[in-house]
């Protein structure tokens, strides 16, 4: 029997996960990867911001400033 999974109690787990990884490939030198994941993060939690901006618009800001610098450095 399948059961019905709840996506959206996920996606902040999703995007912090994500954005783990991207500084992870960021450090390792994996530019292209690193984008792709903060680009990833920024689409989630550009969904979250509708539902709690109070808690998200931070975190949001916060991963600009990461895909921001890495583009500084790539």
């Not at 994941?37 to 969904?47: D, F």
């Not at 979250?48 to 998200?56: A, T």
């Amino acid at each position: 029997m399948k059961q019905n999974i709840d996506r959206k109690k996920y996606k902040p787990l999703l995007a912090e996960t994500l954005n783990s990884l991207a500084s992870l490939y960021r450090e390792n030198n994996e530019y292209e990867f690193a984008v792709k994941c903060y680009r990833e993060v920024i689409s989630i939690r550009r969904g979250l911001l509708r539902e709690n901006p109070l808690h998200y618009a931070p975190l949001l800001a916060l991963t600009y400033t990461n895909i921001a610098n890495l583009h500084r450095l790539y």
